[in-house]
């Protein structure tokens, strides 16, 4: 919005010149999405803890010390939503469609995660929307999503291809299956950050380290100097995404100050859901599809840690882990939540690292 208002005044003041940097406006998006958590955050929390009363429900069987949190608010991701979404609105170039897309996936699964989240207020146990109602809608929202990408890119090369990290100009052509392959990378990575977010501050760090990453690799790949220079795809219009990502890490920095343990307010799945939804969507956008699995690869190892529980136990009546998801698995070894915690954000900063590594090593 400001892009539209100020950056036209350019020439009468040269100040307002700055609205048309992409730089600018992400680190202006950054500090409003961060004020705006500061600034609301606290009577939100009041109004969810006096909505929800005794909070969100904490599974019978899991680790006795989250019993001590019995009271917390939940559905705290609206904090993030609103702040993510206005920020956003504010600081981009509202012609552009890819920011558009992705604002738009968001919501939608945040709106899925909130009904979610409600139903396990109101039925007071762990027990949301069906697992497969919830799919389907995630699968529905993701599916529009990459028609909708697949049609801004027109006659591109490689739109429906994914390209391999550490390689010069590897595409794996898809064609048609590529629309599956980009549902169940939105799919997935929604529901690999709601997997996570099970201790406090653990899934909000490593959205916010991939935001950073995503943010200055959709700045990259929508400039044609900096993409053609690292041989990457340049996607035009994709640096707009920038000003998304660091909203998001403002609005993860903000929530982050009151998810901080003890945890004032959980993200719940209206949070969880959005945020790997986003990234996903990001991550097809700007065809790093691969390179989100390695800078998220906390997210994996998290997911995978219960696919492993899952199919041992049905297959032979045993668990490989002493619980899933994973950060449950080392509380029942005797690790302290904020050990846990602190040791899986230094394995999502290196994996960070490895992950922009791919740019130059090609």
């Given at each position: 919005?400001?892009?539209h ?6 020439q009468t003041f040269?100040g307002?010149n700055?609205?048309?940097?992409l ?7 950054m500090?409003t999405?961060?004020?705006?958590c ?7 929390i009041?109004?969810?803890r ?11 069987n899991?680790?006795?010390t989250h019993f001590k ?10 904090m993030?939503?609103v702040?993510v ?8 170039n ?6 558009w ?8 699964f945040?709106l899925?995660g909130?009904?979610d989240?409600?139903q396990?207020?109101t039925r007071?146990n762990?027990n ?5 109602v ?9 599916s529009?999503a990459?028609f909708a990408i ?11 291809s ?11 052509p ?14 997935g ?5 709601n997997?996570?977010d099970?201790?406090?501050g653990?899934?909000t760090v ?7 990453c995503?943010g200055?690799?959709s ?8 993409s053609?220079?690292?041989q ?11 000003v ?6 403002g609005?993860c920095?903000?929530f ?8 004032q307010?959980?993200?719940?799945d209206t949070?969880s859901l959005?945020?790997?939804?986003s ?8 065809k790093?599809?691969?390179v989100l699995a390695i800078i998220?690869?906390l997210f994996v ?5 219960v696919?492993?529980?899952?199919a041992?136990f049905?297959l032979t009546g045993?668990?490989v882990f002493k ?7 080392f509380?029942?070894l005797?690790w302290?939540e904020p ?6 954000w230094?394995?999502?900063?290196v ?6 590594s791919t740019?130059?090593?090609r």
């Amino acid at each position: 919005m400001l892009f539209h208002l100020l950056s036209p005044w350019g020439q009468t003041f040269i100040g307002f010149n700055l609205f048309r940097y992409l730089t600018f406006r992400t680190g202006g998006a950054m500090l409003t999405a961060l004020a705006i958590c500061f600034i609301f955050g606290p009577p939100l929390i009041r109004w969810l803890r006096a909505k929800q009363g005794e909070g969100q429900p904490i599974r019978e069987n899991g680790p006795e010390t989250h019993f001590k949190k019995k009271g917390t608010p939940t559905m705290g991701g609206l904090m993030i939503l609103v702040a993510v979404i206005f920020s956003t609105l504010l600081w981009m170039n509202l012609a552009n469609i890819y920011t558009w897309i992705v604002i738009l996936v968001t919501t939608g699964f945040g709106l899925v995660g909130f009904a979610d989240d409600y139903q396990k207020l109101t039925r007071r146990n762990t027990n949301g929307l069906p697992r497969k109602v919830r799919l389907i809608i995630q699968a529905l929202i993701a599916s529009i999503a990459t028609f909708a990408i697949i049609d801004m890119a027109g006659n591109a090369p490689h739109a429906t291809s994914i390209a391999l990290p550490f390689f010069k100009n590897f595409w794996i052509p898809l064609g048609g299956l590529f629309i599956a392959f980009a549902v169940f990378v939105i799919v997935g990575a929604s529901n690999a950050v709601n997997l996570t977010d099970g201790l406090d501050g653990l899934a909000t760090v490593p959205v916010l380290i991939v935001a950073l990453c995503f943010g200055l690799i959709s700045y990259l790949a929508g400039n044609a100097v900096f993409s053609n220079y690292l041989q990457i795809l340049h996607v035009p219009g994709a640096g707009e995404l920038a000003v998304f990502c660091g909203a998001l890490v403002g609005a993860c920095l903000g929530f982050l100050w009151f998810n901080a343990p003890p945890a004032q307010v959980f993200m719940g799945d209206t949070g969880s859901l959005a945020l790997g939804s986003s990234l996903g969507v990001i991550s097809i956008i700007i065809k790093h599809e691969i390179v989100l699995a390695i800078i998220g690869g906390l997210f994996v190892m998290e997911t995978v840690s219960v696919i492993i529980q899952v199919a041992s136990f049905k297959l032979t009546g045993k668990r490989v882990f002493k619980m899933a998801p994973l950060h449950h698995h080392f509380e029942k070894l005797g690790w302290s939540e904020p050990t846990v915690v602190i040791r899986f954000w230094i394995i999502a900063c290196v994996l960070a690292l490895i992950g922009m590594s791919t740019l130059k090593l090609r």
